[in-house]
């Protein structure tokens, strides 16, 4: 079976841009959360969505928005890039507890 | 809030030495507790986890008991090889709608030959 897929897996933004990062789950698993890992530090909480319902949002701020689709797939949206949002985000699925992480994307914003 | 508080690194040792990482944590409840490790330009991998209090979690020879008295849950290993140089991850999974999880700030850990 294949794990969580993220794309792309690294990419180049200029700030003020916006920039759009997509997941997908591991098959029949319908929970999806995202997480900021700035370098150095452990991953953030951003967002968790079930069954295409927000279940959780962490403390982002609103340039941060999310979506989750009927495929049980993700995007994460980050409008307004900053110089701050420089990171790796990392996708998790899961199907009750356990949590699957995907290899992130790298985002570099300059 | 619910937080995770892990030793500092880097953590260097040689091949074969014994290795412990320290975690604690504070959180409402009864959380469940997870080590996650992450190689060089990886994602993150489960480690081992524990879910009620006194619970061993172990995998690869890697173990961390769920100490409630002392809200810890160190990471312990007897032999390190190389292949496990790596950052290590503390995390609890508390209460509430999302099980979000929340991290330590990770341990990086080098093993020399």
């Known amino acids: 079976d294949a794990g969580v897929t993220q794309s792309p897996t690294h990419l180049i933004k200029t700030r003020g841009q916006q920039v759009t990062l997509r997941c997908s789950p591991i098959?029949?698993?319908?929970?999806v959360s995202w997480y900021q890992q700035v370098l150095g530090q452990g991953p953030q909480f951003i967002f968790q969505?079930?069954?295409?319902?927000?279940?959780g949002r962490g403390n982002f701020p609103d340039r941060f928005s999310a979506r989750q689709f009927p495929n049980y797939s993700s995007e994460l949206n980050v409008n307004a890039l900053l110089l701050g949002d420089s990171a790796l985000y990392l996708c998790?699925?899961?199907?009750?507890?356990?949590?699957?992480f995907g290899s992130g994307t790298r985002l570099t914003v300059v | 809030g619910d937080s995770v508080t892990q030793m500092e690194g880097p953590v260097t040792l040689s091949e074969e030495a014994f290795l412990t990482i320290n975690c604690t944590y504070t959180?409402?409840?009864?959380?469940?507790l997870f080590w996650y490790v992450q190689y060089p330009g990886e994602g993150l991998q489960l480690l081992l986890k524990?879910?009620?209090?006194?619970d061993k979690g172990s995998n690869k020879g890697f173990e961390a008991t769920y100490r409630k008295e002392t809200t810890s849950f160190h990471l312990e290993k007897g032999s390190v090889q190389v292949s496990d140089s790596a950052v290590y991850f503390c995390?609890?999974?508390?209460?509430?709608?999302?099980?979000?999880?929340?991290f330590g700030t990770g341990t990086l850990l080098a093993v020399q030959p």
């Open positions: 998790a699925s899961s199907l009750d507890y356990g949590y699957t």
């Open positions: 098959s029949g698993h319908k929970s």
């Open positions: 969505y079930y069954e295409k319902e927000e279940r």
């Open positions: 959180a409402t409840g009864y959380p469940s």
């Open positions: 524990a879910t009620k209090a006194d």
């Open positions: 995390a609890l999974r508390g209460g509430g709608a999302t099980n979000k999880l929340i």
